[in-house]
């Protein structure tokens, strides 16, 4: 018999379940091009409503639902300010700099958050020709490479009143948004309400197996359509998928719950094994980085010895090992997980 293998290497390893198969396949599917997919019209109505903005477009990927709100909302030439970590800096190839053509900045911190005070000094206008125009902000949340920890309301209405005293625009990423409704219980509307656009991901702890969706008013999203186009994003009978993605957000937005409880249980079990560090204060979600330097494995090797007995998981530096919970991850995963750690760790001692 297969040993069962316990993926924990990102939630976006999910796989749809039987019910969100059959909502796929039983889908009712127009053109997407020519607007008339009823089933990518409901997820983007109910995105939309869910977040209390005007208008949803649906998304192959969450890469290109941030590109097109970046495009949208700034001109070429124009300065975004992000964080250093965020997933646009990160993660999406320099798109931003390639396809809108405009200048990043960064602020850097441990926990997501952005400098006000650095920012307040850096804002430029179109008033002096030195200098490239400061258009837009992007926040992320939760923030993914500073351990999915959450920002916080506080500090998003701090950024939203920075952003209205230099008529800046504010996009969020929000890929994630549903874990920070898990974690703190403020609805994902109450996030959205202090940004133009946000984008929402279907496809990691919701368990859709693709697509996201940027919500903000429909001016704004006419303008995400067109970059939408230019970007290759056109798809035709998408209510396949589509489907997939509003069943999600029907049904697997309240369990996000159960995934931070474990990676909370997975993070205090790690943390009793010698050697491993991590600091608890940062598990908010469903995210725990755990520090190897003390087991004396770098963590790759960690990785490919805990992937040798059936756990997967990440190494997202040489002394740093990921691990996230989902929906395809049960409590006795999670035992199992920590009882293989400890192996592997005693092994190594």
Same mark, same amino acid.
């Given at each position: 018999?297969? +040993?069962?293998? %316990?993926?924990?290497?990102?939630?976006?390893?999910?796989?749809?379940?039987?019910?969100?198969?059959?909502?796929?396949?039983?889908?009712?599917?127009?053109?997407?091009?020519?607007?008339?997919?009823?089933?990518?019209?409901?997820?983007? !109505?109910?995105?939309?409503?869910?977040?209390?903005?005007?208008?949803?477009?649906? @998304?192959p990927?969450?890469?290109?639902?941030? !590109?097109?709100?970046?495009?949208?909302?700034?001109?070429? =030439? &124009?300065?975004?300010?992000?964080?250093? !970590?965020?997933? %646009?800096?990160?993660?999406?190839?320099?798109?931003a700099?390639?396809?809108?053509?405009?200048q990043?900045?960064v @602020?850097?911190?441990?926990? /997501?958050?952005?400098?006000? *005070?650095k920012m307040?000094?850096?804002?430029?206008?179109?008033?002096?020709?030195? @200098?490239?125009?400061?258009?837009?902000?992007?926040?992320e949340?939760?923030?993914?490479?500073?351990?999915?920890?959450?920002?916080?309301?506080?500090?998003?209405?701090?950024?939203? *009143?920075?952003?209205?005293?230099?008529?800046? +625009?504010?996009?969020?990423?929000?890929?994630?948004?549903?874990?920070?409704?898990?974690?703190?219980?403020?609805?994902?509307?109450e996030?959205?309400?202090?940004? &133009?656009?946000?984008?929402?991901?279907?496809? +990691?702890?919701? /368990?859709?197996?693709?697509g996201?969706?940027?919500?903000?008013?429909?001016?704004?999203?006419?303008?995400?359509?067109? $970059?939408?186009?230019?970007?290759? =994003?056109g798809?035709?009978?998408? =209510?396949?998928? $589509?489907?997939g993605?509003?069943?999600?957000?029907?049904?697997?937005v309240?369990?996000?719950?159960?995934? !931070?409880?474990?990676?909370?249980?997975?993070?205090?079990?790690?943390?009793?094994?010698?050697?491993l560090?991590?600091?608890?204060?940062?598990?908010?979600?469903?995210?725990?980085? $755990?520090?190897?330097?003390?087991?004396g494995?770098?963590?790759?090797?960690?990785? *490919?010895?805990l /992937?040798?007995?059936?756990?997967?998981?990440?190494?997202?530096?040489?002394?740093?090992?990921?691990?996230?919970?989902?929906?395809?991850? &049960?409590? /006795?995963?999670?035992? *199992?997980?920590?009882?293989?750690?400890?192996?592997v760790?005693?092994?190594?001692?």
């Open positions: 018999m297969t +040993k069962r293998v %316990i993926d924990l290497r990102s939630d976006t390893v999910t796989r749809p379940s039987p019910e969100m198969r059959r909502a796929m396949m039983e889908a009712e599917v127009g053109d997407d091009v020519l607007g008339d997919d009823p089933t990518v019209m409901a997820l983007q !109505q109910h995105a939309a409503e869910l977040l209390g903005k005007r208008a949803g477009l649906y @998304f990927s969450g890469t290109m639902c941030n !590109q097109a709100a970046v495009r949208a909302l700034t001109r070429r =030439g &124009d300065e975004v300010f992000l964080h250093a !970590q965020a997933h %646009i800096m990160f993660y999406e190839q320099g798109a700099s390639a396809l809108s053509q405009v990043l900045r @602020f850097d911190s441990p926990d /997501g958050t952005l400098d006000l *005070e307040d000094e850096y804002v430029h206008t179109d008033a002096d020709v030195h @200098f490239a125009p400061t258009r837009l902000v992007c926040l949340q939760t923030h993914n490479h500073c351990g999915g920890v959450v920002l916080s309301l506080e500090h998003m209405r701090a950024v939203r *009143e920075l952003c209205d005293r230099h008529g800046l +625009k504010l996009h969020l990423d929000g890929a994630r948004l549903f874990n920070a409704v898990a974690a703190t219980g403020v609805p994902a509307a996030y959205a309400a202090l940004c &133009d656009t946000v984008s929402i991901c279907l496809s +990691k702890g919701l /368990g859709a197996p693709v996201s969706v940027l919500v903000g008013d429909a001016a704004m999203l006419q303008l995400a359509a067109r $970059a939408r186009k230019i970007y290759g =994003g798809m035709r009978q998408a =209510g396949i998928v $589509a489907a993605g509003l069943y999600a957000l029907r049904h697997n309240a369990r996000l719950a159960d995934d !931070q409880r474990r990676a909370r249980r997975l993070a205090e079990g790690l943390t009793a094994l010698p050697g560090a991590i600091d608890l204060d940062t598990v908010q979600t469903n995210m725990v980085f $755990a520090g190897t330097r003390g087991t494995m770098p963590a790759a090797d960690l990785v *490919e010895r /992937g040798a007995e059936g756990v997967l998981c990440l190494d997202e530096a040489r002394w740093s090992v990921r691990f996230v919970t989902h929906l395809d991850v &049960d409590d /006795g995963d999670i035992e *199992e997980t920590l009882a293989v750690a400890a192996r760790v005693a092994a190594a001692g």
